[in-house]
């Protein structure tokens, strides 16, 4: 049985993508933690970090700072950028196609880890996509 996230990657279900080739993809996570939380993903479906080959890791994590540099270039109110790698179910992991939450973080946004995203419109989803997207392919083709 696929993962959610490879149904995403094979078009089954939509998603707001800031980006996709032929090892990584990132897109906006369904219930955002914060406005922006992305979601980097190696195409090769892993489940855990101890079986992710280091070069695909390399890729997730040069990926997730291109990210968190984009988004802060679109959004100036974005002051940090928290990283959360869960891997494996004790460790909060709900997806089994381990991934990279890239999280936005503004002064005082009261965010607490451990909590969930609420709900979010795919509209509002699609327009944070957006605004990354074309921002990343700017820094990317640099
Ligand atoms: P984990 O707990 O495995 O580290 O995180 C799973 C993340 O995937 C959660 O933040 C959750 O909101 C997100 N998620 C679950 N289902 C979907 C989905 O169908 N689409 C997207 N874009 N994100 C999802």
Redo the contacts with the bound molecule.
């Keep these: 049985m696929p993962s959610?996230f490879t149904r995403?990657l094979r078009n089954e279900?939509p998603?707001?993508f800031v980006h996709r080739d032929e090892v990584v993809a990132a897109?906006?996570?369904?219930?955002p933690?914060t406005p922006g939380?992305t979601?980097v993903v190696p195409v090769r479906e892993i489940a855990s970090l101890s079986d992710l080959p280091p070069e695909i890791l390399a890729r997730v994590t040069a990926l997730g700072q291109e990210i968190g540099l984009a988004i802060r270039a679109v959004d100036p109110s974005v002051t940090g950028i928290n990283w959360?790698l869960?891997d494996g179910p004790d460790a909060?992991?709900?997806?089994p196609h381990i991934?990279l939450?890239v999280i936005p973080r503004r002064k005082g946004d009261g965010l607490r880890f451990g909590g969930k995203?609420s709900k979010t419109e795919r509209a509002d989803l699609d327009d944070w996509a957006s605004r990354i997207e074309t921002c990343l392919k700017d820094r990317m083709a640099k």
């Design positions: 959610i995403i279900l998603a707001s897109f906006l996570d369904i219930q933690l939380h979601l959360l869960c909060g992991q709900e997806v991934h939450h995203g």
